[in-house]
């Protein structure tokens, strides 16, 4: 039997399908009347789920069979069935056997509390090395990272064309002389996907697209794999491997991390990895398999290649090794080339903490969710926007603000003729107006709603609202055509505004009941600090100093460089190195460092975070979030609304399970707050 582990994980199991009497079960236990014989079924498996009283009954349940038979166990991802929980579902069963694949065994260390345990240890049987699988031809190595540092993102993916034309070149020549079909593929990871995020000035998976068909790539050789997108379930692209199929490129933010792989996939061009360092980490794994896991022969064809785009060079490499390492890969060889030196001309470098902080934990709360069965962090998609009911919306708001004397865009054709010789095309007259009739699609609206609204039948409910009222307005169907583009604009405007408005109070709501927190939790589930930041800053760099003159004396990190900092971060941190109350402080890196989840999909990343204490009071640590004039605007005023209602419900979390105490509560409280560059001066010292 194939079963998933959360179909019998649970504490209470009686809800489980596979514990219930399901009447369907037969030829394991006793008929119903032979009261003795369940007794002795009882007495023989004592873990059987039954009826008790005075008269027990054996339920006729799948997991009370399984729990007869002992079957053999086979776990896959052992890594991931390492909880107390998971140990007694997978030997609930009285298995005979239980055999645990994965990449990383675990031991499982005693922890502290009331009813310490034994530790668990990995009963490692066979062990594969990242070396033997290379011997046995199962992968290509070595791997091959070249980090380019220029700013032009198309520069990075034409430099990975040029090495996906090269492999191709030489898969060509493979076949030519041997026969053997393998089609290079290439896959792109891109920072931003779907229909209202192309505009925002992040790299596109459908700006990647138009480049490529740009750059000679027809349509059937490029595909998108996105979770609104997903061209690879096309019946012509479900077989990769196939000389038929066409595809040569595959577009992707974080869709294929796990559970796919294509031995034709040679070239990971992450253009993301700055912001999505994790992703790409993951993605790597993807380019790994051998095509037919024998080696060509060839060396370009035995090996793969990750072509990153301006991000830190360092960052990348250990995360490509950490990535390795987790996946029982870490013997495996990495060669990073430069390429593009002259791109940067800097060379990442590690900054230390101070030698007064260099062993000191920091820990600062994250805003998890915290359902049943589990507490992870609150990801936006899931939580929030999947959650929010839009049944019974009403959008007669949103029709009353097309205006009646609304004008549509004109059509003008124009006509373009050949001159008499045929040697000149001529741009005759203009026809005003075009002689289509335009009608309003709602199966089109639908779509340019669908981020907003993810269920497409509540949403076909709001569209047909919105043209009723439009009709009884007066709006006919060609005026409805005409104004489809109006229409469909105002409809995403105040839909966005009510997303926006729904699930404010619903975070809220949910933080209220307690399911959403932000909190310092006691089990370790918060974010830590670095003991190392990276820069990229030389070591002769002008460094930041104080109002003195002299060196900064807390920051947390030391040097700090001007050019990291911009005029205004410079003033406000040079105001607090001067503060004697204040313990430390920390400018915080957008998108690598912290950041808060709010109620909108963008992550509050303060500008800087830092420990006041004074004498006789808890330490107070404080997410400073400046921005500046130009900026108080809808966002702010988002950030500020964020940041104090979280302030005013950070709690440390006691509700701590047996076994998991890995923080002790030092009473220390977090306050976070966004200031206006031009208040700073009389604002901050309140929070001092």
């Given at each position: 039997m194939l079963l998933m582990l959360q179909s019998a994980n649970r504490e209470t199991q009686d809800s489980l399908k596979m514990f219930q009497d399901r009447g369907d079960v037969h030829g394991?236990?006793?008929?119903?009347?032979?009261?003795?014989?369940?007794?002795?079924?009882?007495?023989?498996t004592p873990n059987l789920s039954a009826y008790t009283g005075m008269f027990p009954m054996v339920k006729d349940s799948l997991g009370n069979a399984l729990r007869i038979i002992r079957p053999v166990v086979v776990m896959d991802e052992g890594h991931r069935a390492i909880s107390d929980l998971a140990f007694g579902t997978l030997y609930g069963f009285n298995p005979c056997f239980v055999l645990e694949l994965t990449a990383t065994p675990q031991d499982v260390q005693p922890r502290g509390g009331r009813k310490?345990?034994?530790?668990?240890?990995?009963?490692?049987?066979?062990?594969?090395?990242?070396?033997?699988?290379?011997?046995?031809?199962?992968?290509?190595?070595?791997?091959?990272?070249?980090?380019?540092?220029?700013?032009?993102?198309?520069?990075?993916?034409?430099?990975?064309?040029?090495?996906?034309?090269?492999?191709?070149?030489?898969?060509?020549?493979?076949?030519?002389?041997?026969?053997?079909?393998?089609?290079?593929?290439?896959?792109?990871?891109?920072?931003?996907?779907?229909?209202?995020?192309?505009?925002?000035?992040?790299?596109?998976?459908?700006?990647?697209k138009d480049w490529l068909l740009t750059a000679g790539f027809d349509a059937a050789e490029v595909a998108i794999k996105t979770a609104q997108q997903n061209d690879l379930n096309a019946p012509e692209n479900q077989d990769l491997l196939a000389p038929t199929n066409r595809v040569r490129a595959i577009i992707t933010k974080q869709a294929l991390q796990e559970g796919w792989d294509c031995p034709f996939a040679y070239?990971?061009?992450?253009?993301?990895?700055?912001?999505?360092?994790?992703?790409?980490?993951?993605?790597?794994?993807?380019?790994?398999?051998?095509?037919?896991?024998?080696?060509?022969?060839?060396?370009?064809?035995?090996?793969?290649?990750?072509?990153?785009?301006?991000?830190d060079t360092a960052s990348v490499v250990k995360a490509i090794k950490d990535g390795l390492e987790q996946d029982g890969l870490g013997d495996l060889v990495l060669r990073v080339t430069q390429d593009d030196k002259?791109?940067?001309?800097?060379?990442?470098?590690?900054?230390?903490?101070?030698?007064?902080?260099?062993?000191?934990?920091?820990?600062?709360?994250?805003?998890?969710?915290?359902?049943?069965?589990?507490?992870?962090?609150?990801?936006?998609?899931?939580?929030?926007?999947?959650?929010?009911?839009?049944?019974?919306?009403?959008?007669?708001?949103?029709?009353?603000?097309?205006?009646?004397?609304?004008?549509?865009?004109?059509?003008?054709?124009?006509?373009?003729?050949?001159s008499d010789d045929g040697t000149e095309l001529l741009v005759g007259e203009t026809v005003a107006a075009n002689s289509e009739t335009l009608r309003f699609d709602p199966a089109h609206a639908v779509r340019m709603i669908s981020d907003i609204v993810l269920n497409p039948f509540v949403g076909r409910e709001i569209v047909a609202a919105m043209v009723r009222q439009l009709h009884a307005r007066g709006f006919d169907d060609a005026r409805l055509g005409q104004l489809a583009s109006l229409i469909i604009e105002e409809l995403r405007k105040g839909l966005d505004e009510a997303r926006n408005a729904r699930a404010e109070a619903l975070f809220k709501a949910e933080v209220d009941a307690g399911r959403i927190q932000f909190r310092l939790r006691l089990d370790g589930r918060n974010w830590r600090m670095p003991f190392t930041v990276e820069t990229s800053e030389p070591e002769n760099g002008r460094q930041l100093v104080n109002r003195a003159g002299g060196p900064l004396e807390k920051s947390l990190f030391s040097p700090i460089y001007e050019n990291e900092l911009n005029g205004d971060e410079r003033d406000v941190a040079v105001y607090l190195d001067g503060e004697k109350a204040l313990t430390w402080w920390h400018r915080n890196v957008a998108r690598t460092q912290y950041g808060i989840q709010g109620w909108k999909k963008a992550k509050i990343y303060p500008d800087f975070i830092f420990a006041v204490h004074r004498e006789g009071e808890n330490t107070r640590i404080t997410i400073l979030e400046t921005k500046g004039d130009q900026l108080d605007n809808l966002d702010a005023a988002y950030k500020r609304d964020a940041l104090s209602f979280l302030s005013g419900h950070f709690q440390w979390d006691d509700a701590t399970p047996v076994g998991e105490l890995e923080l002790v509560n030092s009473g220390e409280t977090v306050d976070g707050t966004l200031i206006l560059m031009s208040n700073w001066r009389s604002e901050l010292p309140a929070h001092l």
């Open positions: 394991f236990f006793p008929p119903e009347g032979e009261q003795q014989a369940h007794k002795a079924a009882l007495d023989l310490p345990r034994e530790g668990r240890y990995a009963n490692v049987l066979v062990e594969v090395t990242g070396r033997e699988l290379d011997r046995e031809g199962m992968i290509k190595m070595p791997l091959n990272l070249d980090p380019r540092q220029g700013n032009d993102w198309k520069a990075t993916l034409n430099a990975a064309l040029a090495k996906l034309n090269a492999l191709d070149a030489e898969a060509r020549r493979l076949q030519a002389d041997t026969g053997r079909y393998i089609r290079p593929i290439m896959l792109i990871q891109v920072e931003r996907t779907g229909a209202d995020q192309r505009e925002s000035g992040h790299i596109h998976a459908d700006d990647v070239v990971l061009c992450s253009l993301a990895a700055s912001s999505h360092l994790r992703a790409m980490t993951q993605l790597v794994g993807r380019i790994l398999r051998q095509p037919g896991a024998l080696k060509t022969g060839i060396e370009a064809l035995d090996e793969c290649h990750v072509i990153t785009h301006h991000a002259a791109g940067s001309g800097k060379t990442a470098r590690t900054i230390k903490r101070r030698p007064a902080f260099k062993s000191t934990e920091i820990y600062l709360p994250k805003v998890m969710l915290v359902a049943e069965a589990e507490v992870r962090d609150l990801d936006y998609e899931t939580d929030v926007l999947s959650t929010i009911d839009w049944r019974g919306f009403d959008p007669t708001d949103l029709a009353n603000r097309v205006p009646e004397n609304a004008q549509a865009a004109e059509s003008q054709l124009q006509r373009i003729r050949l």
